[in-house]
């Protein structure tokens, strides 16, 4: 423990306050964005390290919130409305029915429209793989492949 560290937590509390307060402002907090940006970018081998140890502690957590902000920056669902889909389908694929073994929030995947955009459903890694072939490859060619699979 540094000695950085052993001030923090003398008074853990005071430290905290002291912390809040700090960036009230829109103005103090752009400040305090840029110089710890510039610290990063100083660090550059402690701040890869204080983050992979922090991934690796928060794993869970860490994981569905970058799921969360994937869906939300990728397909702009909120977190709101992914979890009323999972309930609306009772965290099942939409297509097979299966539970996902990774569990809700990582086992599900958006599937939407490549021409629109826009989003139908949750399904498994499976269904979703699957119906993104078909739609790349097209209707007639996959009735081809039906036909050739009941031969």
Known sequence: ???HQRYRLKDLEA???RKREYAKTPAQ???RKEYMQRWRDNN???SNAARREYHYRNKETENARQKIQHIKYKYGLSFEQFEKMVAQQEGR???CGRIPK???IRGLHVDHSH???KVRALLCISCNTVLGRVESIGIDKLKRYIQQIEE
């Open 1 to 3: 423990m540094d000695k």
């Open 102 to 104: 990774a569990g809700r």
């Open 15 to 17: 430290y905290r306050k």
């Open 29 to 31: 907090r752009e400040k």
């Open 93 to 95: 694929c939409k297509l």
């Open 115 to 117: 021409k629109t955009g």
């Open 44 to 46: 550059r081998e402690k």
